[in-house]
C-alpha cells in the first residue's frame, strides 16, 4: 500500500512538471494564457518571499508585479538546467533585492528615518504574518534580508555577499545579529 502510495505521488509529480513545462513552453511562444497559468501555479510564492525581504505589503505586492513583468519579458532566457522554481526563486530575490533599494534609496531622500529595526505601526501594516514572519520583518533590514536568504531560502553566505554587495563576514555577522534578536524576540514574548 506505501509503495502504491509513492508511485502514485511521483507519477503525480511528473505529471505536474510535464504540465509545468508545458506551459512555459508556450509563454516562450507569447501565450499569455499560459503566461496566466503560471502565475496562478508561483504567485503566492513569489509574494510570501518578497514580503519576507521587504518587509512591506506594498512593497511586495509591487515588487510581485515586476517579478511577473520580468519573468514575460525574460522566460526565453530560462533554459531548464535547473528547476524553474529555482530559478523564478532566484529572479524573485534579485528582483526583491534591486526593487527594494531603489525605493529604501528614494525613501530615505524624501524621508530622513531610522532604519534599527521598523516602527511598530509598520510591522501592523503586515497584517497576515503571525509566528517567525511577524518577528523577521522587525529585523533591521540588512539582518532581515540576510537572514531570509540564509535561513528561509537556504542561500549561502558567499552568494548573499554577491547578491548584496557585502562581504562574506558581514553576511555572517548579520545572520548572526538577526538570530540573536529573533531569540531574544521570541523569548520575551514567551515571558508576556
Known amino acids: 500500500m506505501l509503495i502504491e502510495a509513492e508511485q502514485r505521488f511521483s507519477s503525480e509529480q511528473e505529471a505536474k512538471k510535464r504540465d509545468e513545462q508545458q506551459l512555459i513552453d508556450q509563454t516562450k511562444q507569447g501565450d499569455q494564457r499560459a503566461f496566466a497559468k503560471l502565475y496562478q501555479l508561483h504567485h503566492k510564492k513569489v509574494y510570501g518571499l518578497c514580503l519576507r525581504l521587504t518587509a ?6 509591487e515588487a510581485t508585479q515586476e517579478v511577473f513583468v520580468q519573468l514575460w519579458q525574460k522566460i526565453s532566457s530560462f533554459d531548464g538546467s535547473a528547476k524553474f522554481s529555482t530559478w523564478l526563486h532566484s529572479v524573485t530575490a534579485n528582483i526583491a533585492i534591486s526593487y527594494m533599494r531603489k525605493q529604501i534609496s528614494w525613501l530615505q531622500r524624501v ?3 531610522e532604519t534599527e529595526g521598523m516602527p511598530e505601526q509598520a510591522v501592523e501594516q503586515c497584517e497576515g504574518l503571525n509566528g517567525l514572519d511577524k518577528l523577521i520583518v522587525r529585523l533591521p533590514e540588512r539582518a532581515r534580508l540576510v537572514f531570509v536568504l540564509h535561513a528561509v531560502e537556504g542561500y549561502r553566505h558567499e552568494e548573499i555577499g554577491h547578491m548584496l554587495n557585502m562581504a562574506v563576514g558581514s ?3 548579520q545572520y ?16 508576556e
Open 111 to 113: 524621508v530622513s528615518f
Open 171 to 173: 553576511s555572517k555577522s
Open 56 to 61: 512591506n505589503e506594498a512593497f511586495a505586492q
Open 176 to 191: 548572526h545579529r538577526a538570530r540573536n534578536l529573533l531569540q531574544e524576540w521570541y523569548q520575551n514574548e514567551q515571558t
